[in-house]
């Protein structure tokens, strides 16, 4: 993960860019997800074709990492919902779940390098910090953004805006 993000720093990442439907990687990574786990309810909303030119496994590493915190934080039996739509000049890719949300406060902070929420909010489940990160690096690749909606004990909604690039 730090060799990740140094390469990040230094814009040494390999891309390998194709145009693909980013919806398609959505789906991929529910079906995947809803495999190894059966105590969440995962829920999917896509708006075919949502077209991008990108790294499919980049933007699928950085999806994956949404999806995985959305899982950490949220209880089981919890909702899970995953979608991507095409707006204007950007898809927005969201994951919303129904776990125990970021306080206001810290919202700003959870993209910095080896920030962890307030411990005792897990399921006492750890981690390193750096998946945001690494999410946000990716997005910033393809001059998007990641924005957080969140409210204590009501669940998150994450979502990256990728700039379209490609029709």
């Known amino acids: 993960q730090l060799l990740f993000l140094a390469r990040g720093d230094n814009e040494t990442i390999r891309l390998h860019r194709e145009g693909f439907d980013s919806c398609e990687v959505v789906d991929e990574i529910t079906r995947e997800t809803q495999m190894i786990d ?9 708006s075919r074709p949502a077209y991008i030119n990108a790294d499919r496994q980049l ?3 950085a999806i994956r990492i949404l999806v995985d915190n959305s899982i950490k934080f949220t209880p089981e039996r919890g909702k899970i919902d995953i979608s991507s739509v ?3 000049e950007y898809v927005n ?5 129904t776990g125990v949300g970021i306080p206001e406060d810290e919202i700003p902070k959870i993209f910095d390098r ?3 929420v307030d411990k005792s909010r897990s399921k006492d489940i750890g981690g390193s910090g750096l998946g945001l990160s690494i999410a946000v690096q990716i997005v910033n690749i393809y001059n998007g953004t ?3 909606e969140s409210k204590v004990g009501k669940g998150t909604r994450v979502t990256a805006s990728l ?3 490609w029709n």
């Open 59 to 61: 933007l699928k590493q």
């Open 93 to 97: 890719i969201s994951v919303t779940d």
């Open 86 to 88: 095409k707006f204007g």
């Open 114 to 116: 080896f920030y962890c």
């Open 163 to 165: 700039d379209i690039i």
């Open 146 to 148: 990641i924005s957080v």
């Open 38 to 46: 059966s105590n969440h309810n995962f829920e999917i909303d896509l």
